[in-house]
Every structure is written in C-alpha cells, then in structure tokens.
C-alpha cells in the first residue's frame, strides 16, 4: 500500500448472498469515504455476482465485546429460573411443543 492509502479509514464490508437473509462479514478495505468504500467493496468482493446487498461501515464505528469478558457476557443464565417456562402446565394437546 502507498502512504496515501494508509491515511484513508478502514471500512468493514458485509454482503449479503442471494440464498441469504443476513449480511454477512467478507473483509476489510480502505477507502477515502463511504461511496468509494462500497464501489470498492463491490468490485473487490461481489465480482462473480456473489451478493445481492453491500454494506460499508467504518471500522472505527463498531463496538465488540472484550474477550476477558467472555464469562460475564455469554454464560448461561440457569440461575434465573424465569428465563425457562418449567413451572407451566401444558396442555396435552400442545405437549409435543
């Protein structure tokens, strides 16, 4: 990459497929903004007509959970008894739910 390059943001690119309902996350580029993001994004990842959406977002704009906090934010919650619907009766015409 050129120093030029280097300067411009970082732009994270999810696609979204046509058999798909999610955008899915397919890499990472520089751009100088948003529009040159996402025409960039387009040539670069959906050449063989693999998308049927594009989205950019700045990398500097997403905020993600801190692996050391793993155990705090992911672990199951069997403690909170209300979370888990054993204490209604079923009717037996619903009871293959």
Known sequence: MTESTTAWPLWEVFVRSRQGLEH???GSLHAPDAAMALQMARDVY????EGVSLWVVPSAA???SRPED???DFDPMADKIYRHPTFYRL???VDHL
Not at 46 to 49: F, V, Y
């Open 91 to 93: 009717p037996p015409e």
């Open 70 to 72: 793993q155990s705090t």
């Open 62 to 64: 997403i905020t993600a």
């Open 46 to 49: 959906t050449r063989r007509q």
């Open 24 to 26: 899915r996350h397919c």
